[in-house]
């Protein structure tokens, strides 16, 4: 991974049964500053490949002295989660990349509504430190179950008050939150897919213009069927089991794709593809380019046909 960092994993908080959070300082150099919104993406060596997974800073962005990341056990983990959580303990080293950042708070909005579904509140948690550095006008709803990530839920009580909002095991009302609402009020969601498209539908519903809904819709790869993908200059074929990611299986080959999100929002990976029909799974492409088959976000996508040629 190029400009890695190499960090050591200072503290390790259990906030529920199923989140940690890690404190990772910097070993050999000062680390980057970041800005509210912003992921690492975490290198983990597993017993016969190595997961990458995108984290949110969920720390002050004027502290530098160290990261935060809360990460949450998935019950369907492809390994890297399940690493984060079994394998790594206080003092450990950990290889991450410099921060990015897709999901920046509009600093010209007069007000801020940030939705967030369970773990989605790590960026949030970084966007409250600006806020309140700047004295940004803001309210927070959050929805979660208290079993799985509502240990973030006591620390926000006591931190906002009255501008803080919980629904414990419960949806929001959309439709109410974004009503009568004055122009220059911007609205963020970070959750599930279906609390995103929800959310998305009240703001359309209301005629609110798109420039003022943002979301972060990073998704981890989910598996899928094998298939073969093939290398147009070289001939060699990579093959994609059901649990590796495109991206995963040609890192693994050594073939280096540029990368950020690793989620499929970022575009960074997009790839030509010359031959076959792709299975579109990213937020990046627009339904046009979909329909063309002629390329592929390959950090979550995958292929329709048994081999899928690529322009590499």
């Given at each position: ?25 910097p070993c050999d150099r000062a680390l980057p500053r970041f800005s509210a919104g912003s992921h690492v ?72 509504i940030l939705i967030a579904g369970g773990i989605g509140i790590t960026p949030f948690l970084a966007y409250l430190h600006e806020f309140e550095r700047q004295g940004a ?176």
């Amino acid at each position: 991974m190029s400009g890695h960092i190499v960090v050591k994993v200072s503290a390790i908080d259990t906030i529920s049964p199923v989140v940690k959070q890690f404190t990772l300082e910097p070993c050999d150099r000062a680390l980057p500053r970041f800005s509210a919104g912003s992921h690492v993406v975490v290198s983990m060596p597993g017993q016969d490949r190595w997961y990458r997974n995108a984290y949110s800073l969920l720390g002050d962005p004027a502290d530098t002295s160290c990261y935060r990341i809360a990460v949450r056990r998935q019950e369907a983990s492809r390994g890297g989660s399940r690493f984060m959580h079994e394998d790594v303990a206080v003092g450990d080293h950990l290889s991450i990349s410099p921060p990015s950042n897709f999901f920046l708070p509009r600093w010209n909005a007069r007000h801020h509504i940030l939705i967030a579904g369970g773990i989605g509140i790590t960026p949030f948690l970084a966007y409250l430190h600006e806020f309140e550095r700047q004295g940004a006008s803001h309210e927070l709803h959050y929805s979660f179950r208290e079993d799985t990530t509502g240990g973030f839920s006591l620390e926000l009580q006591q931190r906002l008050g009255s501008s803080l909002h919980c629904y414990q095991g419960a949806r929001p009302d959309f439709h109410r939150i974004l009503a009568d609402r004055p122009l220059g009020t911007h609205v963020y969601i970070c959750g599930p897919q279906g609390m995103i498209d929800a959310v998305t539908r009240a703001a359309k519903d209301m005629d609110w213009a798109d420039t003022r809904v943002h979301y972060e819709a990073f998704a981890a790869p989910e598996s899928g069927t094998p298939f073969v993908a093939r290398l147009a200059a070289s001939g060699i074929d990579v093959t994609v089991d059901d649990e590796t990611s495109l991206l995963e299986a040609l890192e693994a080959q050594g073939v280096e794709v540029p990368n950020l999100c690793r989620g499929g929002v970022c575009g960074q990976c997009k790839t030509a593809v010359a031959e076959g029909r792709v299975e579109h799974r990213d937020a990046f492409l627009d339904d046009e380019e979909r329909k063309r088959h002629d390329c592929i976000m390959p950090c979550v996508s995958r292929s329709l046909t048994d081999t899928l040629v690529l322009d590499l």
